[in-house]
């Protein structure tokens, strides 16, 4: 319903640019970082009989992983670029996956899907993202090398996507508990890809990662947790993430300050999602952890 809502706002009273990325920075820095901010503790109730040096070498060792992503995207970033694009395909395919995941082929379904959603939604939104691509990358292509590339993906993704549907229904047995599980899952999928194709790069990513896939992660931790899907439930969870929240969000500024040639939006956007994709890394080793009773 918000995801509409921000169409039908954009629909008849367009928002420029600037609003957009003002909602953009507003849904990351409010969901999208801080949904992020819980690894510590999802790791300590995983290891709840480990001993008192287990939460010193998942801090070091959490440390080390985002060290080590930096330094990929300091003197390899197109490579950066290739795996931060390879852990948002499984990540976000195994939190909008509602079939199964036990096996191998399953992930690899979902994580398709995933890489699938990603390509579109870039793709589809080519002349926005040009700019940020090539600074990440430091690359030589040149813009209309991107949009050439662009138009041959776009095709292909969406073809992806529904030809991955139509698998699934023929195998929904092998994926899915029950065929109401399907039938979310391509009412789901039908639904982000109107919004793809209705909002601009920077609302449909504000709406996509900073309030779908950060609610829906937050929702899976809350259950890890137990802790009541109820507004006292949801705010204990939220005060939770603050403290660590406040560290990821101090990090990426500081990060940011010291990085910039100049205060621009150009120069900003870049950075912000290598802050983030530095964060991802360790995020996904903690996350994929956590396995839900199939009943939830």
Request: hydrophobic share 55%.
């Amino acid at each position: 319903m918000i995801g509409f809502c921000m169409a039908f706002l954009h629909a008849y009273f367009p928002i420029s640019t600037n609003q957009q990325l003002v909602v953009l920075f507003v849904t990351l820095f409010t969901l999208g970082i801080p949904h992020g901010a819980l690894d510590f503790y999802i790791d300590q109730k995983l290891n709840a009989g480990a001993g008192k040096n287990h939460k010193y070498l998942f801090l070091a060792k959490y440390l080390m992983n985002m060290l080590a992503y930096g330094l990929v995207w300091y003197f390899l970033p197109t490579i950066a670029i290739l795996i931060f694009i390879g852990l948002t395909a499984f990540h976000f395919g195994e939190i909008d996956w509602l079939g199964k995941s036990y096996t191998g082929i399953h992930k690899l379904v979902y994580s398709i899907l995933g890489l699938s959603w990603i390509l579109f939604l870039l793709s589809k939104n080519i002349h926005t993202a040009i700019d940020v691509f090539v600074l990440l990358g430091q690359s030589k292509m040149q813009a209309d090398e991107y949009i050439h590339f662009a138009k041959i993906i776009l095709p292909i993704s969406q073809a992806a996507l529904v030809g991955i549907h139509i698998i699934l229904f023929f195998s929904s047995k092998y994926f899915f508990s029950d065929n109401k599980q399907f039938f979310f899952a391509v009412m789901q999928i039908g639904c982000l890809t109107i919004l793809n194709m209705l909002l601009p790069l920077w609302l449909c990513f504000s709406f996509y990662f900073g309030l779908w896939h950060s609610i829906l992660s937050f929702d899976k931790i809350r259950q890890e947790f137990e802790m009541q899907n109820s507004l006292l439930g949801w705010k204990k969870l939220l005060t939770k993430a603050i403290p660590y929240a406040v560290v990821a969000w101090s990090g990426i500024i500081v990060f940011i300050y010291f990085s910039l040639e100049a205060w621009t939006i150009k120069e900003v956007l870049p950075l912000l999602f290598i802050g983030i994709a530095v964060l991802a890394l360790p995020h996904l080793q903690v996350f994929t952890k956590i396995k839900l009773d199939p009943s939830k």
